[in-house]
Nanobody
Framework: QVQLVESGGGLVQPGGSLRLSCSASGGIFSLYVMGWYRQAPGKERELVATIKIDDTTNYADSVKCRFIISRDNAKHLVYLQMNSLKPEATAVYYC???????????WGQGTQVTVSS
């Protein structure tokens, strides 16, 4: 069973950048599709980006060309580089690990990102 711990959230001004990190432990990292999701107040949790073991990525249309997801398979880390941040990006960001065999999801505890002047 994989465990996930996010870090890197905080307060940033509109137009600024932030990098989130997710550390995975307890599982075979290469057997997981890793992803970032976010949930804003009063809204459903939504996909931000995912990355497979072969570095194939998928992004929500709202973040394409501004956010970059990456993974370090040796260190069991996943990153989300967020650039040109907008106030509507304010949300709790969750790291996700989807086991490729069963498609079971595991979630981190979340990290708050607030974009405000």
């Amino acid at each position: 069973q994989v465990q996930l711990v996010e870090s890197g959230g905080g307060l940033v001004q509109p137009g600024g950048s932030l990098r989130l990190s997710c550390s995975a432990s307890g599982g075979i990292f290469s057997l997981y599709v890793m992803g970032w999701y976010r949930q804003a107040p009063g809204k459903e949790r939504e996909l931000v980006a995912t990355i497979k073991i072969d570095d194939t990525t998928n992004y929500a249309d709202s973040v394409k060309c501004r956010f970059i997801i990456s993974r370090d398979n040796a260190k069991h880390l996943v990153y989300l580089q967020m650039n040109s941040l907008k106030p509507e990006a304010t949300a709790v960001y969750y790291c996700n690990a989807r086991f490729v065999v069963t498609r079971k999801d595991t979630w981190g505890q979340g990290t708050q990102v607030t974009v405000s002047s």
